[in-house]
């Protein structure tokens, strides 16, 4: 469609090397997508916290199966609205590479630790980690991914007026327009995110006991499909209709989104990309009836799993862990491995901030054993499934 970014109009990528060529009949979003499937960062989110940190159980959902379901939502509304669809599962296989050990726990303490050398933002780590730090190429740092595939990571929610440090710097480097909105593959992607989310928490949430169905009932929106799946399936095990409320409750945001969307784009007359990013509001989004049913749903989740007591006890230890890391890492850098010793900056924030670049890029796990490994012990109580 008219408003899809075209991979032969791409604005190109921040380093043009002389007779590169394409490794294989791919465009550029399919090779995007490619370098950040062929990532280290990317296969370390197989051990990086998505709702219950450091899961026992090899049911639960961690950053890596997450990111993979949000870029199965998003393949799926990017070909209903005629988008593409290369860029948008890039956008959606990535969006989530700049988390740091244990979730939010763990953005929480350095946050704090960074906070006088310019804090600490996973978004924006997101592109550092990009366009900076996972350096595979003999002839450039990053990726070098597009120009389309780093500003949609940019401000998928929208666009930034104050970035953060890391942000600045990468925008200085190679501009992304960050007063704009971002494309519609990328606001597709940020919306699938928050589906993905909603219902997959739920059925995580269910599997370890901090969730019942009677409280998900609560939620009129819910309660009524319920009643709907039971008259349907009468005497079916429950564990299959409550995986069949998930779903459903997928099934219902995804075609709101893109009913809504086309709405959207018909009234607003948006006829190009470039109209997608310069109109005053995002094309993408959920209908007004979804998007208050999708916030009660957000107050339930927060009130019921999110800031559950276990959740909020384990989510503390986690930030003791990453706090006192990198307080170590800070007083005695020999600490850290050799290859990060041989970089470290001499000087202020920068160092700091090196440390924290290490430190992001840790998974749960390496977290850790690092903590066993300098302090003698390993760290209790950090999983609660």
């Known amino acids: 469609m008219p408003w899809a970014c075209d991979p032969a109009l791409s604005r190109g990528r921040e380093f043009t ?17 490619d370098r950040i499937i062929h990532s280290i960062a990317f296969r370390r989110l197989r051990h990086k916290t998505q709702v219950f940190i450091a ?3 090899d049911h639960y959902r961690v950053r890596l199966t997450h990111s993979l379901e949000v870029a199965q939502i998003g393949r799926v509304i990017a070909r209903a609205l005629g988008l593409d669809e290369d860029l948008t599962e890039a956008l959606c296989l990535a969006h989530d590479i700049g988390h740091p050990p244990f979730g939010h726990a763990g953005e929480d303490a350095l946050e704090e630790a960074m906070a006088g050398f310019g804090g600490f933002d996973h978004n924006a780590n997101t592109l550092r980690v990009l366009m900076r730090l996972e350096s595979p190429y003999p ?34 480097a190679f501009p992304l ?28 949430g269910l599997r370890a ?17 319920w009643r709907d799946i039971e008259a349907r399936f009468p005497g079916a095990p429950r564990d299959r209709l409550l995986r069949e409320l998930v779903r459903g409750q997928i099934g219902r945001m995804v075609n709101d989104v ?13 006829a190009s990309a470039a109209d997608v990013r310069a109109a005053p509001m995002p094309m993408a989004g959920f209908s007004e009836g979804m998007a208050g049913e999708e916030r009660a749903l957000k107050r339930f989740m927060y009130r019921t799993l999110y800031l559950h007591p276990e959740q ?3 989510a503390q230890k986690a930030r003791a862990v990453i706090a006192r890391l990198f307080a170590a890492y800070r007083a005695d850098p020999k600490l850290l491995p050799e290859s990060w010793q041989a970089s470290l900056p001499a000087h202020e924030p920068a160092r700091s901030r090196h440390i ?23 760290p209790e109580g950090l999983s609660n499934v």
């Open 17 to 33: 090397l002389a007779g590169e060529t394409a490794r294989g009949p791919r465009s550029a979003f399919q090779r995007d997508r």
């Open 55 to 57: 899961p026992d159980g």
């Open 139 to 172: 002839g450039h740092d990053g990726l070098n991914l597009t120009w389309e595939l780093l500003e949609g990571l940019a401000k998928h929610n929208g666009p930034v007026t104050a970035p953060p440090w890391a942000l600045a710097e990468l925008d200085a």
């Open 177 to 204: 327009d960050l007063g704009q909105y971002a494309s519609l593959e990328a606001q597709v992607a940020a919306i699938s995110d928050d589906i993905a989310y909603d219902n997959h928490d739920i059925d995580d």
């Open 209 to 225: 006991g901090f969730l019942t169905l009677d409280t998900l009932l609560t939620l009129p929106s819910l309660a009524a499909q």
């Open 258 to 270: 893109i009913e809504e969307t086309q709405r959207r784009l018909k009234v607003s007359g948006v």
């Open 312 to 314: 909020v006890s384990t």
């Open 356 to 378: 924290a670049d290490f430190m992001a890029g840790m998974t749960d796990k390496y977290a850790i054993e690092a903590h066993a490994r300098l302090f003698g012990e390993r």
